[in-house]
């Protein structure tokens, strides 16, 4: 069961309208790392986890956290909406336009930087959507839940690093102090996230559950074990034998890392066989017999 409170967990509403601000915080909504991706991530972890109760219940603790922080983003956009009509925006871009077109710009990339999103108007009445800054659908495939909470820690730990960073940026697109003071919020909360995972990521490790490789249930005998641990330089220089990843222990402390300089091909050169006639590709060599009106392509029957 989830519950809702009225009141929001943060929020100081804008100064101003700002519409073409608005588009762009769709990102944070519900682009590729955007705070929908993270709440419906983490919830299905939570509730695919099969681990310990601990694990479950952070997760689920972060992933309802995650819905309050979409209300907050679709809060903010319906007042930097408000007040904000098409007209408006498009006469705010005009003295744009005409200093591109005087000074040899594009003026269609001012146009497009200083509009509304139309969708905002059209679909919504001047609310938020759930899609990203140009307008795409969120879509579910962003989402990571995979039954191995460390191969899916490591997977939150990048989505809350890329979400800081674009939060950041948006942040210092902004010279509204209520949109800065929301951000400056969140921007606290993804830090949180991030030390969360890492914590979350030696918590496994300590408890026996995970280790690297992921999945460490996975037997490395049955890999083969020459090759688990060498850099293969596969571009012109060698400047990436300078790195960690080239020389010494390998992370896991399993193995010695070993650069190899010319990595050389180790399997045939491929050979792939004859198309199957019932889908019409193009043989290799064509296989012909003589008839009386011609030649005809040998048909083989294939029983399935």
Same mark, same amino acid.
């Not at 996975?218 to 060698?238: C, D, I, M, R, V």
């Given at each position: 069961?989830?519950?809702?409170?009225?009141?929001?967990?943060?929020?100081?509403?804008?100064?101003?309208?700002?519409?073409?601000?608005?588009?762009?915080?769709?990102?944070?909504? =519900? =682009?590729?790392?955007?705070?929908?991706?993270?709440?419906?991530?983490?919830?299905?972890?939570?509730?695919?986890?099969?681990? *310990?109760?601990?694990?479950?219940?952070?997760?689920?603790?972060?992933?309802?956290?995650?819905?309050?922080?979409?209300?907050?983003?679709?809060?903010?956009?319906?007042?930097?909406?408000?007040?904000?009509?098409?007209?408006?925006?498009?006469?705010?871009?005009?003295?744009?336009?005409?200093?591109?077109?005087?000074?040899?710009?594009? *003026?269609?990339?001012?146009?497009?930087?200083?509009?509304?999103?139309?969708?905002?108007?059209?679909?919504?009445?001047?609310?938020?959507?759930?899609?990203?800054?140009?307008?795409?659908?969120?879509? =579910?495939?962003?989402?990571?839940?995979?039954?191995?909470?460390?191969?899916?820690?490591?997977?939150?730990?990048?989505?809350?690093?890329?979400?800081?960073?674009?939060?950041?940026?948006?942040?210092?697109?902004?010279?509204?102090? =209520?949109?800065?003071?929301?951000?400056?919020?969140?921007?606290?909360?993804?830090?949180?996230?991030?030390?969360?995972?890492?914590?979350?990521?030696?918590?496994?490790?300590?408890?026996?559950?995970?280790?690297?490789?992921?999945?460490?249930?996975?037997?490395?005998?049955?890999?083969?074990?020459?090759?688990?641990?060498?850099?293969?330089?596969?571009?012109?220089?060698?400047?990436?034998?300078?790195?960690?990843?080239?020389?010494? *222990?390998?992370?896991?402390?399993?193995?010695?890392?070993?650069?190899?300089?010319?990595?050389?091909?180790?399997?045939?050169?491929?050979?792939?066989?004859?198309?199957? *006639?019932?889908?019409?590709?193009?043989?290799?060599?064509?296989?012909?017999?003589?008839?009386?009106?011609?030649?005809?392509?040998?048909?083989?029957?294939?029983?399935?």
């Amino acid at each position: 069961m989830f519950y809702h409170k009225k009141q929001l967990q943060y929020f100081k509403p804008p100064q101003k309208p700002d519409a073409v601000y608005a588009m762009k915080i769709q990102e944070l909504i =519900g =682009g590729t790392f955007g705070e929908m991706t993270v709440m419906m991530q983490y919830l299905f972890q939570g509730w695919n986890c099969r681990g *310990p109760a601990k694990y479950r219940d952070m997760l689920l603790d972060i992933g309802t956290e995650e819905i309050g922080h979409v209300e907050m983003l679709a809060t903010m956009i319906a007042h930097l909406l408000d007040k904000a009509p098409v007209k408006v925006q498009e006469e705010g871009a005009l003295d744009q336009v005409v200093g591109a077109v005087m000074g040899g710009s594009n *003026p269609r990339d001012v146009i497009t930087a200083a509009a509304m999103n139309p969708q905002h108007a059209i679909v919504s009445g001047l609310g938020a959507t759930p899609s990203d800054s140009v307008g795409f659908p969120w879509n =579910g495939r962003f989402i990571v839940a995979s039954g191995n909470l460390l191969a899916d820690f490591r997977s939150n730990l990048h989505a809350e690093s890329q979400g800081r960073l674009q939060a950041v940026r948006m942040y210092e697109m902004s010279d509204d102090p =209520g949109v800065k003071d929301t951000l400056s919020f969140m921007i606290a909360r993804d830090t949180m996230h991030q030390n969360q995972w890492l914590a979350a990521i030696e918590q496994l490790k300590e408890d026996g559950l995970e280790d690297t490789p992921v999945p460490s249930s996975f037997p490395q005998s049955l890999e083969k074990g020459e090759y688990a641990y060498q850099f293969w330089n596969h571009s012109e220089g060698t400047e990436s034998a300078e790195g960690r990843w080239a020389k010494g *222990p390998s992370m896991d402390g399993k193995g010695e890392f070993e650069y190899v300089a010319n990595p050389q091909p180790l399997g045939p050169e491929p050979t792939p066989p004859q198309p199957d *006639p019932r889908l019409h590709g193009t043989p290799k060599t064509q296989q012909m017999q003589g008839t009386g009106n011609g030649t005809v392509i040998e048909r083989r029957e294939i029983r399935s």
